[in-house]
């Protein structure tokens, strides 16, 4: 059986939670299970949602495929030892590359753990709960399983479709489904997200313009499917403005007034974060947050001193991408050497860099964050999925549509404030290159320079394909040191791996092999779904 099968169909079993607690963060364990003592109450429906947001169900696809995926696929970054991020670092992904299949793995677990959820609460809720609840819950697992979807569709392009786990006993092996059914799937969740879940939550809970914000982020990645030549569908980029413009516009959010303070554990769940994993300190592995375990740049800033086995360089290629006055981003995101960040390890008299090295999700030690329980398997750091920037640049891009420029007011203005934040300069004009460049230094290493790509794939192959390979023309996917004194950064001379050229097919994952030897009908064309 294969492995999505196996999973799901143990999740099937699993059609309430119990283990009733106070804090949001104290989810229930998933294996406590009982259906007939459950989803009694609002708070029970509250409580079985709360377990969507994070746990094991996240762990393989947050920990140890986010920002390979994202980062490592687009050049963002480098590590030149581990087989599976050579892999993809050279474009030679083979269907058993560990990271494809945990990627694939935790995304479908996601999957199935808000299709149990939305089944229980549609056939199990206790009548006294309002109809007003009880949709808002099924948003909000709407929305997470949109989320996952959308990630599937990015990296594997034509996916199953899988709603009622129950249909997997019937017939455990599915077709895959086109790409443009897989978004459509997505917007639909999202629209009925949008349309019931409330404008206000407690933190770290999604709301209505959550899902407008990833709806126009969808809907901008959809209008180029199926297209060529630079040119997407204008009725979608229309639906992408109009999403992304109302959470622009009258969502009340704003920027959070620090790049640098954004990622700190004392602002989880800001209000610029639209949808974050929430995450608890101290709850050991395969539960937590365990960023800083895998790519530390130095174990001293870990909890216990433990981790950094995967300590990823930011290539050149992102380095060149900061202007000189883009610094506060810059050593929010990324380390050079002898720079000092006085909140890690401030016990020690803080840290001073000895190479570059990734500083976003680098949050530091159980005496930095005050928590004594924290290991290093489980940062408090509730790392963001979709930021209100994202939303702005979408918008921008939205209005940019099919043109090389515009100066469209809304455009500039929303695109502006992110450069504003980052205390760059405000520019009269938007183009697409300008665009791809803002949101790789905005959001690197957040898992979504690869999504821009595949987007750009869609409508401009050719283009896209250059891209990438332009890269590898000018060594700029490869590590680089920097001399503290005189300020220069020089690419490492050394051979970087052989790096296979980019094609069309190097923007699409292969289907890892654990699955298509037990079900070889993802092997054949995908079906529609619609």
């Known amino acids: 059986m294969k492995l999505i099968n196996k999973i799901f169909i143990i999740l099937l079993c699993a059609a309430a939670i119990v283990g009733c607690k106070k804090s949001f963060l104290d989810r229930p364990s998933n294996s406590q299970i009982s259906s007939n003592n459950f989803y009694k109450t609002t708070a029970d429906v509250r409580l079985a949602t709360a377990s969507l947001y994070g746990g094991s169900h996240w762990w ?116 895959r489904n086109i790409v443009s059914d897989v978004y459509k799937f997505v917007t639909n969740d999202l629209t009925y997200a949008a349309q019931y879940l409330p404008k206000t939550d407690e933190k770290g809970r999604v709301t209505t313009w959550s899902a407008q914000g990833m709806l126009g982020k969808a809907y901008l990645t959809m209008a180029g499917v199926g297209k060529s030549g630079g040119v997407r569908d204008q009725a979608l980029l229309d639906s992408a403005k109009k999403y992304a413009g109302n959470v622009c516009k009258n969502s009340g959010l704003a920027l959070f007034p620090s790049y640098y303070d954004v990622f700190k554990v004392q602002n989880n769940d800001n209000p610029e974060s639209l949808f974050s994993l929430q995450w608890a300190g101290g709850v050991g592995y395969g539960t937590g947050n365990g960023l800083q375990q895998y790519y530390a740049p130095d174990r001293i800033i870990t909890p216990q001193q433990q981790g950094g086995w995967m300590a990823l360089a930011p290539t050149y290629d992102l380095y060149r991408m900061y202007s000189a006055k883009d610094t506060v981003r810059r050593k929010a995101t990324i380390m050079l050497n002898g720079d000092f960040y006085p909140e890690l390890n401030a016990a020690g008299g803080g840290y001073k860099a000895k190479s570059a090295g990734m500083k976003k999700h680098m949050v530091g030690t159980e005496k930095d964050n005050n928590l004594p329980t924290m290991d290093s398997w489980s940062s408090p750091e509730h790392n963001a999925m979709l930021r209100l920037s994202d939303v702005y640049l979408v918008y921008a891009e939205a209005i940019l549509g099919n043109n090389s420029t515009t100066s469209d007011a809304d455009a500039l203005k929303y695109f502006n404030a992110v450069r504003t934040r980052a205390g760059v300069d405000i520019v009269t004009a938007v183009t697409p290159a300008l665009l791809r460049t803002e949101r790789r230094v905005e959001l690197a290493f957040e898992g979504q320079y690869w999504t821009d790509l595949v987007r750009y794939s869609y409508y401009d192959p050719t283009n896209a394909v250059k891209f990438l390979n332009d890269q590898d023309a000018t060594h700029g996917r490869i590590s680089f040191t920097y001399d503290p004194v005189t300020k220069i950064a020089t690419r490492d001379t050394i051979a970087p791996p052989l790096t296979l050229p980019a094609t069309i097919s190097s923007f699409t994952l292969p289907i890892p092999s654990s699955e298509l030897t037990t079900a070889p009908k993802l092997a054949e064309p995908p079906v529609p779904y619609y």
């Open 60 to 175: 393989s696809w947050s920990n140890e495929c986010w920002i390979p995926l994202g980062d490592v696929l687009s050049g963002t970054a480098s590590f030149p030892y581990n087989g599976d991020l050579v892999q993809l670092f050279t474009r030679t992904i083979t269907a058993q590359n560990n990271l494809v299949t945990k990627g694939w793995v935790g995304l479908y677990n996601t999957v199935a753990q808000c299709n149990t959820v939305i089944t229980a609460i549609q056939q199990q809720a206790d009548p006294s709960i309002s109809e007003a609840d009880k949709n808002a819950a099924i948003a909000e697992a709407k929305f997470i399983r949109a989320m996952a979807y959308y990630n599937l569709a990015i990296y594997w392009g034509a996916v199953p479709i899988i709603e009622d786990n129950s249909k997997l006993i019937k017939d455990p092996l599915l077709n």
